[in-house]
């Protein structure tokens, strides 16, 4: 399962939105604190790897090479949990975003 491509896009959008809110910010947004985007930058590159290597060792004990079945177990538990983190966090943003589109101007 290869998730780059919906990663890359969602990756694009975050950046734009963190480029809206970094020019609200202005000035204060000097210091060097990550940005939510590049926190979730990071987190989808975390979750991509973990399916990746997941992959890899369901793949190397499919074809009989020496891998423990519990590494692949908890190599796929992990990668099972932080793509449901992700898709939470995902669905949490998409909810505020829309709280925040039906505010009165």
């Known amino acids: 399962m290869d998730l780059a491509k919906p ?7 975050i950046g734009s939105i963190g480029g ?4 609200v910010s202005g000035a204060a947004a000097s210091n060097p604190v990550s940005s939510f985007g590049d926190v979730l ?3 989808i590159s975390q979750t991509v790897d973990a399916q990746k290597h997941a ?9 009989g090479q020496p891998v423990a079945l519990q590494d ?15 898709v939470t966090v995902r669905d949490r943003a998409v909810e ?3 709280q925040i589109m039906q505010m009165p101007v």
Do not use: D, P
Not at 20 to 23: E, F, K, L, T, Y
């Open 41 to 43: 930058k990071n987190t």
């Open 96 to 98: 505020a975003y829309q």
């Open 20 to 23: 809206v809110a970094s020019n």
């Open 7 to 13: 990663a890359q896009s969602l990756i694009g959008s």
């Open 55 to 63: 992959e890899q060792l369901t793949m190397a004990a499919a074809q």
């Open 72 to 86: 692949v177990v908890q190599a796929v538990s992990q990668a099972e949990l932080t793509l449901q983190t992700l």
